[in-house]
């Protein structure tokens, strides 16, 4: 069964516009982390955001919130004021502490921003 | 720059031969890891450090694959008699251990093989 699942292989978006990526996770472990991460053409995967699975509140990071929502076991990023350099591969991962640090990432969504 | 380094960025090589690509995590961090990236995938784990101690083998780490990280710095990952299927992105990833950014991995640049 797939751990980490991204419904959305490409999504459009206006420059300007907010936009949420959506982002089912699947664990049984009580302690774990959620990660959000970019990775446009060039290949490199940069880290935006962060969020454990016992923190009280929304993480945030600029233009980059995370709405986590523990009981549906979701955990969606939202770029607020879309740019054009935001096109790019988004990555949702997760790590559950009893599997040491693997990491398990999910299919990726591509996003256009559209000017 | 301070970030995560691999070299090289680009590998084409023919069928049978061996590859070694080299990853320089970030100064200071212990933990180093590996992941392969095929075309349209997320990054798959392969193996993880601990300073010079290798914690943990995927089973896609096949026989063929050896890291090392001799010194608890840098690691190299090799790549033996390789097949057309090894073609990917090897990405290399380090983070600290302790500390409120203990969860964090910063990813290196990334490893193209073409494996012809």
């Known amino acids: 069964a797939q751990k980490i699942t991204q419904t959305q292989p490409g999504m459009f978006v206006q420059e300007k516009e907010a936009v949420t990526l959506d982002c089912t996770y699947d664990?049984?472990?009580?302690?774990?982390?959620l990660f959000w991460y970019k990775q446009p053409s060039s290949g490199e995967m940069i880290f935006l955001i962060y969020?454990?699975?016992?923190?009280?509140q929304n993480a945030t990071e600029g233009r980059y919130s995370l709405n986590f929502q523990k009981a549906r076991k979701s955990a969606n990023l939202v770029i607020s004021a879309s740019q054009l350099g935001d096109s790019a591969m988004y990555f949702c991962?997760?790590?559950?502490?009893?599997?040491?640090?693997?990491?398990?990432f999910g299919p990726g969504t591509s996003l256009s921003v559209i000017p | 720059d301070t970030g995560v380094s691999q070299n090289p960025r680009h590998k084409i090589t023919k069928r049978g031969q061996n590859v070694t690509f080299r990853c320089d995590p970030i100064?200071?961090?212990?933990?180093l890891y590996w992941y392969r990236q095929t075309l349209g995938q997320g990054p798959e784990f392969l193996t993880y450090?601990?300073?010079?101690?290798?914690?943990?083998k995927s089973r896609l780490l096949s026989d063929r694959f050896s890291a090392e990280r001799p010194k608890g710095s840098f690691s190299t990952l090799e790549i033996q008699r390789t097949e057309q299927g090894d073609s990917a992105m090897y990405l290399c990833?380090?983070?600290?251990?302790?500390?409120?950014?203990?969860?964090?991995?910063?990813f290196g640049p990334g490893t193209r093989l073409t494996v012809l």
């Open positions: 990833a380090s983070s600290p251990s302790g500390g409120a950014d203990t969860d964090t991995q910063y």
């Open positions: 664990t049984s472990d009580p302690s774990y982390g």
């Open positions: 969020q454990g699975s016992y923190d009280q």
């Open positions: 991962a997760m790590r559950e502490m009893v599997e040491d640090d693997k990491v398990i």
């Open positions: 100064s200071e961090h212990n933990r």
């Open positions: 450090f601990q300073n010079e101690a290798q914690l943990e």
